[in-house]
């Protein structure tokens, strides 16, 4: 359907891509339960791998269920393809080992998903690629990074888990001024496409978290990676194929399928419950700060009205100390306690000692993450009785 192309994300998360399934006329897509493929002969066989005829092979490579996924977040992400991997962390690691190599030199935002820091931080390193972690919100910062052997910019925006804001059109141009191969990377995992396109904005390679948002039903681990045909078709034979394997499967692919048909839906009421929370924590005494890009006095507010659609679902805020944070999460008794984000439950967790563990003190410092700082992912309850569970928390810590 080939006009899906110029209709809302509603439709085309509904609607978007060609199904090859023509056998019983269902309405959702089958799931291909299947590792490999039988070929007619050896010689159809030979053809497939030779890349002279068309038609699937074993599903590290390409499997039915996941191509029609994988053609409908790149029509949400405005890309030319996109590349399905079993996690976030899959997407993110292919990406990279993809684009970098030893000798080359990866510039990234010092706040980021713990895991991802790790990968940057401990794992590429270990193999001859330098990394500079800096704050891309900081213009000159980014100007003053580039080197001759940069190969990547890596950021997140909203970023996890303060929720910090970089001007991706902005970093986007510099990078690419200074060399056009470059390629600039954005996770866009807490905007989701409903809210930022980073290709439009210049980037080059958007990566996701699909166990987040695009899911949204919190029981699939899955991520993506979108960007143009060329770089997604090495995406899928060097990185997927040969460096990770970090194949999805098609249990899941169905699963995220059902979650984005509600995606446009989803993702506007998580926004409406978080500002409603948001008010009710700026309020609250016993916050001392609340992180949130909606609001005026957030660094980012202004560069995120201007790139986003709307400010996000996703909140932190500090209070006095960590076991305060502790105490506080103890006490909630609709909001629940774990890590993830996107879900329609409302899940608190604590950034220092879980998602962020990967970080020594002193680089959660650099990356202004304080001890004290709760994040919270607000779900799709009723706004007025998560924040009647807030107050019931708050008075007994
Ligand atoms: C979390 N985040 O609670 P998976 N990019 C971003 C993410 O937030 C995440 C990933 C990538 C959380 C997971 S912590 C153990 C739980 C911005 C994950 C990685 O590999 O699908 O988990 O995505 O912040």
Redesign the pocket.
């Given at each position: 359907m080939e006009d899906v192309k110029n209709m809302s994300i509603a439709t085309k998360a509904i609607h978007g891509g060609v199904s090859k399934e023509k056998g019983y006329g269902s309405l959702s897509m089958p799931i291909y339960q299947t590792s490999t493929f039988v070929f007619e002969t050896a010689e159809q066989g030979g053809r497939r791998f030779a890349g002279e005829e068309e038609g699937y092979i074993y599903s590290r490579l390409g499997n039915p269920t996941i191509s029609l996924l994988e053609e409908k977040i790149a029509l949400l992400e405005g890309a030319e393809a996109c590349v399905a991997f079993s996690?976030?962390?899959?997407?993110?690691s292919s990406t990279l080992w993809t684009i970098a190599a030893a000798g080359k030199h990866i510039i990234a935002d010092s706040t980021?998903?713990?895991?991802?820091f790790a990968l940057l931080n401990h794992g590429m390193t270990r193999y001859g690629v330098e990394v500079s972690f800096i704050d891309t919100s900081d213009l000159d910062q980014v100007k003053n990074a580039l080197k001759d052997n940069t190969c990547a910019v890596y950021l997140?925006s909203p970023?996890?888990?303060t929720l910090k804001i970089e001007d991706i059109a902005e970093v986007a141009k510099i990078a690419h001024d200074f060399n056009k191969d470059i390629k600039v990377v954005v996770?866009n995992?807490?905007a989701t496409p409903v809210l930022q396109k980073p290709l439009e904005l210049g980037a080059d390679v958007v990566?996701?978290?699909?166990?987040?948002y695009l899911n949204g039903h919190g029981d699939v681990?899955?991520?993506f990676a979108c960007g143009t045909a060329e770089f997604m078709a090495e995406m899928r034979l060097f990185g997927l194929k040969d460096m990770t394997g970090a194949v999805l499967g098609p249990q899941e692919a169905f699963l995220i399928m059902r979650g984005l048909k509600t995606l446009a839906l989803r993702v506007p009421k998580h926004v409406e419950n978080a500002k409603k929370i948001v008010e009710y924590l700026v309020s609250e005494p016993k916050v001392k700060k609340v992180y949130y890009p909606g609001l005026e006095d957030h660094p980012g507010h202004d560069i995120a009205a201007k790139q986003m659609a709307d400010f996000g679902g996703m909140v932190a805020f500090e209070v006095e100390s960590r076991e305060a944070g502790a105490a506080l999460c103890n006490a909630l008794e609709l909001c629940t306690c774990?890590?993830?984000?996107g879900d329609a439950e409302t899940?608190i967790?604590h950034?220092a000692s879980?998602?962020h563990s990967p970080y020594t003190a002193e680089e959660l410092a650099e990356a202004g993450i304080p001890e004290g700082l709760i994040?919270l992912?607000v779900g799709l309850e009723e706004a007025d009785e998560l924040i009647a569970d807030f107050k019931q928390a708050f008075a007994k810590i």
């Open positions: 996690s976030g962390m899959g997407a993110i980021l998903y713990g895991c991802t997140e970023a996890n888990p996770d995992t807490f990566v996701h978290s699909a166990t987040k681990i899955a991520g774990a890590v993830s984000l899940l967790e950034p879980m998602t994040r992912a």
